[in-house]
């Protein structure tokens, strides 16, 4: 959690790296620690129309493991394929998915001298096709994030759905939760894209530290849920047997209406506050599950 280049205003890892990013979206260095299988399960939602009430039984639909860096996924009942890395189109930005112990390493460079109205991003997406009265619920985990932490901050991990392809486009709709690292070590668990209203929480200090740490960090589960049914939105955020959810209404993806969401995934970001700085993280696995229909 392919995004792209995109503008600060417009892009959802952005807005992740935004409180500090502004638009755009999506961090480096691997770490030595064991790879633990998360126990939270994470899931997607199919985009199959229906008048029904949305359910809360999900079936696992897709799942990406990378497996010695591969994208294909070891279970695809959607025919999504392969996951796509994006590219942000932004010269000098070096939009890298390298194998990585467990899973991949998804990292991207903020040039010097860039706009502030650019957030190079780097994810990797599942094309799908969730339209109006779909309900979906996506996740991903990831572990040992790295970049201008201590300092300056200025980046952020993210989970989200959009229109488009590979290419984050500023131009694309989207709705993204992202965990946005600020200046002075403020961290906080946002929706800065797709909700009528911006919501956030400030991460506490025990979580930031097992995130963060460089020489034991902890796994943590983003976890998205679309219901375009109720026009409604949920996300959580969980690591060290801590849960932080946020709902929310969404702003375009609604049931009767809006456009369709062609691609989810997870990604990371570096904003203006950061500039000639590398972010990178680990992701271990994506999943998408579909709701059980009547």
């Known amino acids: 959690m392919s995004i792209k280049a995109t503008r600060v205003t417009q892009t959802a890892f952005a807005r ?7 638009t755009a979206a999506m961090m480096l260095p691997l770490t ?12 997607v939602i199919r985009g199959i129309p229906s008048s029904t009430p949305s359910s809360n039984e999900f079936q696992l639909a897709y799942l990406a493991s ?22 942000p189109l932004i010269p000098g930005s070096n939009p890298t998915v390298s194998a990585a112990p467990g899973g991949i390493e998804v990292s991207i460079h903020r040039p010097i001298g860039l706009s502030p109205d650019d957030i190079p991003s780097e994810s990797v997406f599942a094309p799908v096709d969730f339209g109006p009265g779909s309900v979906v619920r996506i996740s991903a985990t990831f572990i040992a994030p790295v970049g201008p932490y201590a300092t300056t901050g200025g980046f952020a991990i993210g989970l989200g759905a959009r229109t ?26 946002q929706v800065p894209f797709g909700a009528v209203e911006p ?13 963060f740490s460089t020489t034991d960090p902890q796994p943590f589960t983003i976890e998205m ?4 049914n109720l026009r409604k ?14 709902e929310f ?42 709701n059980v229909a009547e």
Do not use: H, W, Y
């Not at 939105?233 to 946020?246: A, N, P, Q, S, Y």
């Open 233 to 246: 939105g949920t996300v959580k955020l969980m690591v060290i047997e801590r849960v932080f959810t946020l």
């Open 199 to 211: 919501t956030n929480t400030a991460l506490p200090q025990d979580v930031k530290d097992a995130i």
């Open 16 to 22: 992740l790296s935004m409180c500090l990013l502004g």
């Open 32 to 43: 030595t620690s064991a790879d633990a299988q998360p126990g939270f399960k994470p899931v």
């Open 164 to 189: 488009g392809g590979k290419d984050d486009l500023a131009t694309e709709t989207r709705v993204f939760t992202t965990i946005n690292v600020r200046p002075n070590q403020v961290v906080r668990f």
């Open 249 to 290: 209404t969404l702003a375009d993806f609604v049931a009767d209406g809006g456009p369709t969401i062609t691609a989810v995934g997870p990604g990371i970001a570096v904003n203006s506050n950061g500039p000639g700085q590398t972010a990178s993280v680990r992701i271990r696995e994506f999943r998408i599950n579909t």
């Open 66 to 87: 990378f497996p010695n860096g591969s994208l294909e996924p070891a279970l695809d009942k959607l025919n999504a394929g392969p996951m796509v890395p994006g590219d």
């Open 225 to 228: 849920t679309i219901d375009r």
